[in-house]
């Protein structure tokens, strides 16, 4: 999955930053969280499985461009990076930081998360939601 297929989910089931509240967010990091660490990504060493994790913590705010939201991860050789955004311009980020392999984690989870939120929209249809 690509990141626009993953913002392409989010568009198709015409939700907006609206209908954000904290505890979606909280559902969602919990979901990638699960993913992340389901993937054994960022192994140390042969001996122990992968770091890749998410910080419990959702930083959320006002700024010029409207409401944002950030949702970030760690390993163990890096605390702070970019899991999910939400801009105030409505733009939504995935791991700026990271290639392909390494955001599907986010992108499988994030679409998951999507497809479990109630929508008006019927083109969503019942295959895509339990995809």
């Not at 907006?16 to 904290?22: G, P, Q, R, S, V």
């Not at 967010?25 to 994790?53: K, N, W």
């Not at 702070?80 to 390494?102: K, L, P, Q, Y």
């Not at 955001?103 to 939601?129: C, G």
């Amino acid at each position: 999955m690509t990141r626009d297929e993953a913002r392409a989910t989010w568009q198709k089931a015409c939700l907006t930053f609206a209908d954000l509240t904290l505890g979606r967010l909280q559902t969602l990091r919990d979901m990638i969280d699960s993913e992340m660490r389901a993937s054994g990504l960022f192994v140390p060493s042969d001996r122990t499985g992968g770091t890749y994790r998410m910080h419990k913590a959702i930083d959320t705010g006002l700024g010029t461009d409207g409401w944002w939201a950030s949702l970030q991860c760690m390993s163990y050789y890096f605390k702070n990076r970019e899991a999910v955004t939400f801009n105030g311009n409505g733009f939504i980020g995935f791991a700026g930081w990271s290639d392909d392999h390494n955001v599907q984690p986010i992108l499988s989870a994030f679409t998951k998360w999507v497809r479990s939120l109630p929508t008006t929209n019927t083109t969503l249809d019942e295959k895509e939601r339990s995809a």
